[in-house]
């Protein structure tokens, strides 16, 4: 039987070497323009003209799909829909700090079915589509398969997230605390690269607080077709929030369980001031 997704994910490869090609032109570029958002989050030149970019290519290539961006107003309508951020990762990509990506997906039926995640300043590209695997690599014909961790103890277990003070802001900073407190290892990777380490195996959790379908989408597909599960804090699968919660699978329950919101509860993260401010150029997602 024919599969249904290669030709999209044909795409969502060119796609992503399109705007590879953007962002790395504009990247570190001393005439970048920046402004802010009425989130308060950073937007640059780059994300703008690489989302223009996908949105006249997929316009050509799938002119009955809707799209769904992170900069631009939704267009279309219909059961397949592609979902773009041109740019995870813009407060690194206009600081000059190399972890950002670019993330494409097509969902069905508000299912992700195909993703591409591109991060050319690392020179890494990770994609997956259902029932054919995870894999990294620079071209489909090249690329390696992926597979999660077997880590089955969140007290063996190495976690990533983004930033602290939005677990504060959420109501769950002391849930939080405690996965911190509980985990062997932790790191703030941040942003897409969290999720595709998860992938990888090379860590074993990554969660954040608050996140955006465009953040979301072409992430879920990878980490799942990987081994590993991929839900909102409340344990429901796949990109619909509230937040997101990526694991290998075997701890996902127990990180749920762990973060779990007690109305009862006001007790909150302590952090210091300056780890506060450290961590603000993270939240909201950009």
């Known amino acids: 039987m024919a599969d249904p997704y290669l030709d999209d994910l044909r795409l969502a ?16 570029a001393l005439d970048l323009a920046t402004s802010l958002k009425a989130d308060n989050t950073v937007v640059s030149d780059a994300d703008q003209a690489i989302e223009e970019s996908i949105r006249r290519s997929l316009s050509t290539a799938r002119p009955r799909d809707a799209i769904h961006g992170e900069e631009l107003t939704d267009s279309g309508w219909g059961p397949r829909r592609w979902v773009i951020d041109p740019i995870d990762g813009t407060a690194n990509y206009v600081r000059g700090v190399p972890v950002w990506a670019s993330l494409i997906a097509l969902m069905v039926e508000d299912q992700p079915v195909v993703s591409v995640v591109s991060a050319p300043a690392i020179a890494r590209r990770w994609w997956a589509h259902p029932g054919g695997g995870a ?27 983004s930033s602290l003070g939005g677990w504060v802001e959420s109501g769950r900073g002391r849930q939080f605390g405690e996965l911190l407190r509980t985990a062997a290892r932790t790191r703030a990777f941040g942003d897409f690269w969290s999720y595709m380490l998860v992938a990888e195996g090379a860590v074993d959790m990554a969660a954040e607080p608050e996140l955006a379908l465009h953040d979301m989408a072409a992430l879920v597909p990878i980490v799942t077709e990987a081994g590993g599960r991929f839900s909102s804090l409340d344990g429901v699968a796949g990109p619909g929030g509230p ?22 509860d006001e007790d909150s993260l302590i952090i210091p001031r300056h780890s506060m401010e450290l961590n603000q150029a993270h939240l909201p997602r950009s």
């Open 13 to 28: 490869h060119l796609l992503a070497d399109n705007a590879d090609s953007i962002a790395m032109d504009r990247f570190r």
């Open 135 to 161: 894999f990294t690599g620079r071209t489909i014909l090249t690329g390696r398969p992926i597979h999660v961790s077997s880590v089955a103890q969140i007290a063996d277990g190495f976690l990533s997230y």
């Open 243 to 264: 937040g997101a919660v990526a694991t290998n699978g075997r701890l996902h329950q127990a990180v749920i369980d762990l973060l779990a919101f007690d109305d009862d």
